[in-house]
């Protein structure tokens, strides 16, 4: 099946410094990448959809200045926390449609877990 | 999307079947019913999907009742390693990339 590789896995920071996380589609082209966010014991909740090679499209609620999204290729998207803080710790995961299926499935990255001090 | 309910949680001998259901009463008639799992700290992964007849594959079965208001996935020989949270998600297919929205799921215990 297809992968999808996170890095890095896990990341602790400096409240005001800013992460990169990246995601890639290792075996395949992803035309759409989405990002979630995960609080402990609860769901994944969806922060953005990204399209290659134009803007995110954000969920209510997600600032799009503090969550930066850049999927410039068809292999890469990653996400920038800036100036993070405390309570932007939690569970990252991408998730990547493309390949061969014909029912756009989405394949999920195995997270990045992000502890801001 | 339709909403879905699931039990919160459930649990399985281990080697014996473990039945998820899962009900989205408003489904509509493009809508899919897919699964997905999560084991604790890793992302979700892919277990079937189907629209109204029953899937049968590698990892799983389910089963879609006539009128599309109800489903069971079924594990039929379960592991300790199937200890996860399910998710039961509706989802149209409309040709180009649409969005999951995951539940709060059922977490599944697998005990010996």
């Known amino acids: 099946g297809a992968v999808v590789s996170q890095h890095p896995s896990w990341v602790i920071c400096k409240s005001g410094t800013s992460v990169k996380i990246e995601c890639r589609s290792l075996?395949?082209?992803?035309?759409?990448m989405f990002w979630y966010r995960q609080f402990p014991k609860q769901s994944l909740m969806l922060m953005a959809t990204?399209?290659?090679?134009?803007?995110?499209?954000?969920e209510q609620g997600v600032e799009k200045d503090k969550f930066l999204i850049n999927h410039a290729s068809l292999t890469l998207s990653t996400l920038t926390v800036t100036s993070a803080h405390p309570e932007d710790s939690s569970f990252y995961i991408c998730?990547?449609?493309?390949?061969?299926?014909?029912?756009?499935?989405?394949?999920f990255g195995p997270g990045t877990r992000l502890t801001v001090l | 999307d339709a909403k879905t309910t699931q039990p919160p949680s459930m649990d399985c001998a281990e080697g014996r079947a473990a039945n998820l259901p899962c009900n989205h009463s408003?489904?509509?008639?493009?809508?899919?019913v897919y699964w997905y799992r999560q084991i604790h700290s890793q992302g979700p992964q892919y277990i079937i999907h189907?629209?109204?007849n029953n899937e049968t594959n590698e990892m799983a079965s389910l089963i879609i009742t006539e009128d599309r208001k109800s489903s069971t996935l079924i594990l039929p020989h379960a592991t300790l390693r199937d200890t996860a949270v399910y998710y039961c998600i509706v989802r149209a297919y409309t040709g180009t990339a649409s969005k999951l929205t995951f539940g709060t799921g059922t977490r599944l215990q697998v005990t010996l």
């Open positions: 075996d395949f082209q992803a035309t759409t």
């Open positions: 408003t489904i509509s008639g493009n809508e899919y």
């Open positions: 990204s399209n290659e090679g134009s803007k995110a499209t954000y």
């Open positions: 189907g629209l109204k």
């Open positions: 998730s990547a449609i493309g390949g061969s299926s014909s029912y756009n499935e989405q394949f």
